[in-house]
């Protein structure tokens, strides 16, 4: 018997006990309902009823959702007329968050407590499409690429301007005179080797073809408890992470319940993880090859072992694909940045004025560099927040907005090629990011400070 048949007949074992022990455990129960943290597996359901009762709630649901992004947000296209990512595409401009009865000016000066007294914290936790129903949710420009992930029952919830490249640049650490390998095409099966044959060595190869490989994931799968029309191989990392960066893709995070307490997830960028040591908005993962088992073995499941074993967990072999898939992940670049020098600084002979002051705010009174020094303006560990202060803890469409946690530090070398931002991505572009901060320190920045800020945060 091979090392996947064992694991996968320990873990069946395993839930039909647990599945037992819930089934006891709501017969026992005298009132409402029992608060499990594994999802339901028996097969007492088919695909049909399945799909009826989700298509039944689908556009109720939407219009809700719909509603509160629309309270929240200026959803209008708005974009810069010349800044634009590393793959072409212009840089959507804010801030986009609506204020009720105040200015940003007289928000800057209330304290937490006022704020949070009168509701008028524009930032509150973001919550998912479906926020009961959960799972992996990908942009319409992604699905008219890849229509395998197309979902039935959700369609997805931020507008394309607020979002990445369709096709990020690709950027190699060993081969940085190639520039975009991309060259504005998306990687998938079809093209990787084509691309990438005599540019990597057979290990990154063989990591590549991985990244690009599907493997059965909780709404993509095979069983009748999925959320495509057709039985699904599943998802790839690429299919979030596309071209090693992201594409605006979200989910729920897996491993908090009950269900309302769970994170809205969005997609982080893979570039520059050789230089990181956490890896995961909020999980302290400490290594690539970690995160990339995780992912896996629960991420892909909701963090239910059980769920896996039904749908067919991939188990990766350590020693050499996971090990394979890091080696690849190892040289993917950030882009360049024309205006830093060696050290991660602004060249003084090549930033612009505004550029230049909004560099000396981020070294000073913003104090960003206490958790983002250069060169790559991470400090590589973990911070709270503790934006709670602000709002109330109550339910926005079935998500509890209630604490966030230690929230990653990630880098902001090309930090303009990745919006939304935030761990929940509720920053749709860097003024909403600079505002956020500027609430959440109580750094009472001006205007014009302000500016300054996002200008240099674009010359990363």
Same mark, same amino acid.
């Given at each position: 018997?091979?090392?996947?048949?064992?694991?996968?007949?320990?873990?069946?074992?395993?839930?039909?006990?647990?599945?037992?022990?819930?089934? *006891?455990?709501?017969?026992?129960?005298?009132?409402?309902?029992?608060?499990?943290?594994?999802?339901?597996?028996?097969?007492?359901?088919?695909?049909?009823?399945?799909?009826?009762?989700?298509?039944?709630?689908?556009?109720?649901?939407?219009?809700?959702?719909?509603?509160?992004?629309?309270?929240?947000?200026?959803?209008?296209?708005?974009?810069?007329?010349?800044?634009?990512?590393?793959?072409?595409?212009?840089?959507?401009? @804010?801030?986009?968050?609506?204020?009720?009865?105040?200015?940003?000016?007289?928000?800057?000066?209330?304290?937490?407590?006022?704020?949070?007294?009168?509701?008028?914290?524009?930032?509150?936790?973001?919550?998912?499409?479906?926020?009961?129903?959960?799972?992996?949710?990908?942009?319409?420009? =992604?699905?008219?690429?890849?229509?395998?992930?197309?979902?039935?029952?959700?369609?997805?919830?931020?507008?394309?301007?607020?979002?990445?490249?369709?096709?990020?640049? =690709?950027?190699?650490? *060993?081969?940085?005179?190639?520039?975009?390998?991309?060259?504005?095409?998306?990687?998938?099966?079809?093209?990787?080797?084509?691309?990438?044959?005599?540019?990597?060595?057979?290990?990154?190869?063989?990591?590549?073809?991985?990244?690009?490989?599907?493997?059965?994931?909780?709404?993509?799968?095979?069983?009748?408890?999925?959320?495509?029309?057709?039985?699904?191989?599943?998802?790839?990392?690429?299919?979030?992470?596309?071209?090693?960066? *992201?594409?605006?893709?979200?989910?729920?995070?897996?491993?908090?319940?009950?269900?309302?307490?769970?994170?809205?997830?969005?997609?982080?960028?893979?570039?520059?993880?050789?230089?990181?040591?956490?890896? @995961?908005?909020?999980?302290?993962?400490?290594?690539?090859?970690?995160?990339?088992?995780?992912?896996?073995?629960?991420?892909?499941?909701? @963090?239910?072992?059980?769920?896996?074993?039904?749908?067919?967990?991939?188990?990766?072999?350590?020693?050499?694909?996971?090990?394979?898939?890091?080696?690849?992940?190892?040289?993917?670049?950030?882009?360049?940045?024309?205006?830093?020098?060696?050290?991660?600084?602004?060249?003084?002979?090549?930033?612009?004025?505004?550029?230049?002051?909004?560099?000396?705010?981020?070294?000073?009174?913003?104090?960003?560099?206490?958790?983002?020094?250069?060169?790559?303006?991470?400090?590589?560990?973990?911070?709270?927040?503790?934006?709670?202060?602000?709002?109330?803890?109550?339910?926005?469409?079935?998500?509890?907005?209630?604490?966030?946690?230690?929230?990653?530090?990630?880098?902001?070398?090309? =930090?303009?090629?990745?919006?939304?931002?935030?761990?929940?991505?509720?920053?749709?572009?860097?003024?909403?990011?600079?505002?956020?901060?500027?609430?959440?320190?109580?750094?009472?920045?001006?205007?014009?400070?302000?500016?300054?800020?996002?200008?240099?945060?674009?010359?990363?």
């Amino acid at each position: 018997m091979n090392r996947q048949k064992k694991y996968s007949f320990a873990l069946v074992a395993i839930c039909i006990m647990l599945v037992a022990g819930a089934a *006891t455990a709501v017969v026992s129960a005298q009132q409402g309902k029992v608060v499990s943290s594994y999802g339901p597996t028996n097969q007492d359901v088919t695909f049909d009823q399945i799909k009826s009762a989700r298509m039944a709630v689908k556009a109720e649901r939407a219009k809700q959702h719909a509603e509160l992004l629309n309270s929240r947000y200026d959803l209008s296209k708005k974009v810069h007329t010349e800044a634009v990512m590393s793959g072409g595409k212009h840089l959507p401009v @804010g801030p986009t968050a609506k204020l009720k009865g105040v200015t940003w000016e007289q928000l800057g000066k209330m304290t937490p407590e006022q704020i949070k007294g009168k509701g008028v914290f524009p930032y509150k936790p973001l919550p998912f499409a479906d926020h009961a129903e959960g799972g992996m949710l990908f942009p319409e420009m =992604i699905t008219k690429t890849l229509p395998r992930l197309v979902r039935f029952d959700l369609d997805f919830d931020l507008p394309e301007h607020i979002l990445p490249d369709t096709a990020p640049g =690709i950027y190699l650490t *060993t081969r940085p005179d190639l520039g975009d390998i991309a060259k504005g095409r998306l990687i998938t099966i079809d093209n990787y080797y084509e691309i990438f044959n005599g540019i990597l060595n057979p290990k990154q190869l063989e990591g590549l073809r991985l990244l690009v490989t599907q493997f059965p994931q909780q709404q993509f799968n095979a069983t009748e408890d999925r959320r495509t029309d057709r039985p699904s191989l599943g998802v790839t990392c690429f299919d979030c992470h596309a071209n090693g960066h *992201t594409n605006g893709a979200n989910h729920l995070v897996g491993d908090i319940r009950p269900q309302e307490f769970r994170h809205r997830i969005e997609t982080p960028t893979l570039r520059g993880v050789n230089i990181q040591q956490l890896f @995961g908005s909020q999980r302290a993962l400490k290594t690539v090859e970690d995160f990339t088992e995780f992912e896996q073995r629960a991420a892909y499941f909701d @963090g239910d072992i059980c769920m896996a074993a039904k749908k067919g967990v991939n188990i990766l072999e350590r020693g050499s694909q996971v090990h394979f898939m890091a080696e690849f992940l190892a040289i993917l670049d950030f882009p360049p940045a024309s205006k830093l020098n060696i050290y991660g600084k602004l060249d003084r002979s090549l930033a612009s004025p505004d550029e230049l002051r909004g560099e000396t705010l981020f070294n000073g009174k913003a104090q960003c560099s206490a958790c983002h020094p250069s060169p790559y303006y991470t400090d590589n560990t973990m911070h709270n927040l503790r934006a709670e202060r602000f709002y109330k803890q109550e339910v926005a469409n079935g998500m509890m907005m209630a604490h966030d946690g230690p929230i990653k530090t990630f880098p902001l070398r090309g =930090i303009k090629d990745s919006p939304p931002y935030l761990h929940d991505g509720r920053c749709f572009t860097l003024e909403d990011t600079v505002e956020y901060f500027n609430l959440v320190q109580q750094l009472q920045l001006t205007a014009k400070e302000k500016q300054d800020l996002v200008a240099f945060l674009m010359s990363l």
